[in-house]
């Protein structure tokens, strides 16, 4: 038996054999539901009249060392009337910023400050503070285990506030009352200083009655076998009667953890998808709404979800990947521009030092 076959017949016997077991949440202010086929349910029928709103960001490093990082970030929004895209009215699609972070000393300690430049000035109303992104460089909500934070995450922390920010200026300037903003990712705060903007938005959305939603393409959460809680979902479906059908599983699990304002579903949004994907409503909405409400607003998902070129994934979403990533080819213009005015401005070669710190692996790739 070759090795390659040996690893494939231990993971056929660890995998095959597992029991699906009841979803499992290490946090005791997560109370779970065991699983049960009558909490699939199908959606209903809508006039899709509200406006969907899917918003992304992207970001990616022009030059980094271990010092500083200098990323270009974006910032993207949609929206559509059912399968009909709507332009907006009164901001921008778009807005591009640089986040320059650097690593600096205070009371004996290394810390991270963020300054952020926007592309076109009139877009700085919409960043989140500076103030907000001096961060520890031992942060526990961006470390992982006892090492120091990469000095580019804070960068993504960046986005991260930005995406919270201008989807609140959304809320204010673009959406009415019923309308539907989706966020890639859950409704979760996990770094510091994320729940100030967090916060602002549920405001906001709450003021407004404007649905907040948030759908994660990847889960890490387990059942109590160490299964996958949303294949486990996908497995049980298979018995159901609705095998071959969209349908949403509710409820999973009741989560009472301030950081996470959220009721927590897994989706089917097309009868062809093999797909199931976490989304989540914004907890004191979901409260008060009735089953069918929920199935109401969640088919309108549903009928974003019938792109070819992704079935049961919304095609909104995938329009705002598309428009908020920053491609390679961008970051090597924008590093060239970078290293151009770096050399007009004598300090090139300083610059250059501290890069060379940090670029050794990469030197390696390209010699292999």
């Not at 009164?90 to 690593?103: D, G, K, L, T, W």
């Not at 970051?331 to 710190?357: G, T």
């Amino acid at each position: 038996m070759l090795p390659i076959q040996q690893v494939i017949k231990n993971i056929s016997k660890r995998l095959g054999d597992v029991p699906l077991g009841k979803p499992s949440f290490a946090d005791p202010r997560y109370e779970a539901h065991d699983f049960n086929v009558n909490n699939f349910h199908l959606f209903r029928e809508s006039e899709g009249k509200s406006f969907l709103c899917f918003i992304d960001g992207g970001n990616m490093p022009i030059v980094d060392a271990h010092n500083f990082s200098v990323q270009l970030v974006r910032v993207y929004f949609n929206l559509f009337k059912g399968r009909e895209r709507i332009e907006p009215k009164n901001i921008p699609s778009r807005i591009e910023f640089y986040a320059a972070c650097y690593a600096i000393e205070k009371d004996g300690k290394i810390f991270y400050e963020t300054e952020m430049v926007p592309i076109k000035e009139e877009w700085a109303k919409f960043l989140p503070s500076s103030n907000d992104l001096t961060i520890d460089s031992f942060d526990r909500t961006l470390s992982v285990g006892r090492r120091r934070v990469p000095i580019g995450k804070v960068a993504g922390a960046a986005r991260l506030f930005a995406e919270w920010k201008y989807a609140g200026v959304i809320v204010d300037e673009e959406l009415d009352s019923n309308d539907i903003l989706i966020r890639d990712g859950s409704l979760q705060t996990s770094v510091t200083n994320e729940r100030k903007y967090y916060n602002e938005v549920i405001e906001k959305a709450l003021q407004k009655d404007v649905r907040l939603l948030g759908l994660s393409k990847t889960s890490t959460l387990f059942t109590s076998t160490g299964y996958s809680l949303f294949a486990a979902i996908s497995e049980l479906s298979e018995g159901s009667a609705h095998a071959n059908s969209s349908w949403f599983y509710y409820p999973i699990v009741d989560i009472n953890q301030p950081d996470h304002k959220a009721e927590m579903y897994a989706v089917k949004l097309h009868p062809n998808s093999d797909y199931v994907f976490r989304v989540e409503l914004l907890k004191p909405q979901a409260e008060k709404m009735s089953l069918d409400d929920k199935r109401a607003l969640l088919n309108m998902l549903s009928m974003n979800s019938s792109d070819a070129t992704f079935p049961g994934y919304p095609y909104g979403l995938l329009d705002a990947d598309r428009l908020a990533r920053v491609d390679f080819n961008e970051r090597e213009n924008q590093k060239i521009q970078f290293l151009s005015c770096a050399s007009k401005e004598k300090v090139l070669s300083r610059l250059i030092k501290c890069m060379k710190s940090t670029d050794a692996h990469d030197i390696l790739n390209h010699l292999i």
